[in-house]
């Protein structure tokens, strides 16, 4: 939700009403708040905006106004409301600077820098990669994405996504058939693609599987949650690769079957050793270790370097889309996450001389 709810107001019922938002509550969701649930599913949305929208019957249920304190059930169909029409994103041109490693006719490859937002969406709608393509160059071919009911950005060139904390290797179309056969290669799952992460605990097996469906967490929209042994969600598989131990954390590398939204970071959870710094997850307190504040100073300084979760994209392994070559990119650990591996290094070796 924008700033589009601060034009609902009460005493502007004469106004035409246009509906922003379409959402059907899933079966297995858990009773609570109206208020509090589009809080969760919708970014941005503050509570007092909410209930001025609840106030001015601008927030349907099944049809019918309801009041903030309105508790959703399963299957209630919410509609949210506006005096203004719906609008489509224009995707602005940015000159944003962005590492690129390959780049020929048909494809770019990025080395996404941490922080950097792949796409517009709800409170980012510029300074993005995208935004960034969008000037470097001047006719992508153009998927869509579905923010809302009434409501779709354009995604040039893109063909996946990586989190705005995550870094590495991003590939671009630049033509509609490369397009169409790399979206064709990663539906297939026709690719290798492997991350480097930092993450809580000595991980007991040097290397194993995680077989996991992924959903939505259903008490919190804004998360993903691992649903063991149902049929709930979308199957995903990670593979991963125990590369360094330092007791407290462990470096692994992690290989996609699937690509699911925060897989590696919620199967990595679901294992029981989420992502270092990941504060979505929980891991960006203290999970293992000592008690004292010389540690407890360690881990802040560790933080402070690294001030997001602890995941890299490394490598991309794919067919060339029009040479049908194999192609394969590389990149360098970011220097954050470097640091911090370094600082575990030379912590667990005095750790082991004592």
């Known amino acids: 939700m924008t700033d589009d709810i601060e034009e609902v107001e009460s005493g502007e ?87 690129v490693v390959y780049e020929d006719d048909y494809v770019c490859v990025v080395n996404k820098e941490p922080g950097m937002v792949v796409h517009p969406a709800y409170g980012h709608y510029t300074g993005t990669l995208v935004n960034a393509l969008a000037y470097r160059f001047k006719n992508l071919p153009t998927s869509t994405q579905k923010i809302s009911d009434n409501l779709t950005i354009e995604r040039p060139g893109l063909v996946h996504r990586i989190d705005k904390n995550t870094s590495g290797i991003i590939i671009i179309a630049k033509t509609e058939l490369a397009m169409t056969r790399l979206a064709k290669d990663f539906f297939d799952r026709n690719l290798d693609r492997k991350y ?50 330092f007791g407290y954390v462990t470096v692994v590398e992690c290989k996609l079957e699937t690509g699911r939204t925060h897989q590696i970071r919620i199967h990595m959870r679901h294992l029981g050793h989420p992502l270092f710094n990941d504060n979505e997850y929980g891991g960006d307190r203290i999970l293992k270790g000592l008690s004292s504040n010389k540690y407890k100073q360690f881990i802040e300084n560790c933080f402070e370097i690294l001030p997001r979760h602890a995941l890299h994209a490394k490598t991309l392994g794919i067919t060339h889309p029009i040479t049908k070559e194999p192609i394969f990119f590389d990149s360098e650990i970011p220097d954050d996450m470097q640091q911090v591996i370094e600082k575990w290094r030379k912590y667990s070796y005095k750790f082991e001389e004592e």
């Open 196 to 245: 480097v992460a930092i993450v809580w605990g000595d991980v007991k097996e040097d290397a194993g599987t995680i077989t996991c469906n992924v959903a939505r967490d259903l008490k919190n929209r804004k998360v993903m949650a691992c649903f063991p042994d149902s049929d709930h969600g979308k199957h995903a598989i990670t593979h991963y690769k125990v590369l360094e131990r």
């Open 13 to 99: 019922e004469e106004k035409e009403l246009y509906e922003h938002h379409n959402i059907k509550v899933e079966k297995g969701q858990v009773m609570m708040r109206i208020d509090k649930f589009l809080m969760i599913r919708i970014q941005n949305a503050t509570r007092t905006k909410l209930q001025q929208a609840c106030d001015a019957e601008c927030i349907l249920v099944n049809g019918k106004p309801v009041k903030s304190s309105y508790k959703i059930k399963p299957l209630d169909e919410i509609s949210i409301l506006m005096t203004t029409p719906p609008r489509d994103v224009e995707v602005l041109a940015e000159d944003i600077p962005i590492n």
